[in-house]
T-cell receptor, first 113, second 114 residues
Framework: GENVEQHPSTLSVQEGDSAVIKCTYS??????FPWYKQELGKRPQLIIDIRSNVGEKKDQRIAVTLNKTAKHFSLHITETQPEDSAVYFC????????????FGQGTELSVKP | KAGVTQTPRYLIKTRGQQVTLSCSPISGHRSVSWYQQTPGQGLQFLFE???????NKGNFPGRFSGRQFSNSRSEMNVSTLELGDSALYLC?????????????FGPGTRLTVL
């Protein structure tokens, strides 16, 4: 069935370091891959997304890469700041499944000052 | 534009009762999806409604149901509540009828079943 695996489950970095979170999806028909950030007690917020016709996308300190052949995608955060501390979720969906996102298990990122 | 809103924000029920949660999407959005978030299982898809029709359904028992009204507002209902139904229930809305469109989440309803 559809599945998204996310690693690591926890990640601790020093302020200013880079953080990388990796996800692997099982359904080769998946074509949309968003990343959400969820702070404690808050709603998930979209931080970046990528579609299957693109290999990489950047937005300031955040970038996402997609390898369709290997069926994996990654989130890269550079120059981390304490306010980046949160739980990050990757997700995947396919065009014929409407608004059905399959989420990874989440990565708790801690940025230490 | 106002964001996605959900009511109530918190709810306490006892086993065997039923509950109805409400979600108001962003104006103009026609798709509403529901998710259950728990520490153990993460974010799991419940179902999606588009133009008052259920378009997708996740792997949850029939006790979980939903509907969508002509103004795109959606409700989900859980009957015969079990302890394991305690969770944060999130809804998300999107504009286009495509799986490749951004979903915006509401703040969630925290359901506690005693």
């Amino acid at each position: 069935g559809e599945n998204v695996e996310q690693h690591p489950s926890t990640l601790s970095v020093q302020e200013g370091d880079s953080a990388v979170i990796k996800c692997t999806y099982s359904d080769s028909a998946s074509n949309y891959f968003p990343w959400y950030k969820q702070e404690l007690g808050k709603r998930p917020q979209l931080i970046i997304d990528i579609r299957s016709n693109v290999g990489e996308k950047k937005d300031q300190r955040i970038a996402v890469t997609l390898n369709k052949t290997a069926k994996h995608f990654s989130l890269h955060i550079t120059e981390t700041q304490p306010e980046d501390s949160a739980v990050y979720f990757c997700a995947a969906s396919k065009g014929n499944q409407g608004g059905k996102l399959i989420f990874g298990q989440g990565t708790e990122l801690s940025v230490k000052p | 534009k106002a964001g996605v809103t959900q009511t109530p924000r918190y709810l306490i029920k006892t086993r065997g009762q039923q509950v109805t949660l409400s979600c108001s999407p962003i104006s103009g959005h026609r798709s509403v999806s529901w998710y259950q978030q728990t520490p153990g299982q993460g974010l799991q898809f419940l179902f999606e409604y588009f133009s008052e029709t259920q378009r997708n359904k996740g792997n949850f028992p029939g006790r979980f149901s939903g509907r969508q009204f002509s103004n795109s507002r959606s409700e989900m209902n859980v009957s015969t509540l079990e302890l394991g139904d305690s969770a944060l229930y999130l809804c998300a809305s999107s504009f286009l009828d495509s799986g490749s469109d951004t979903q915006y989440f509401g703040p969630g309803t925290r359901l506690t079943v005693l």
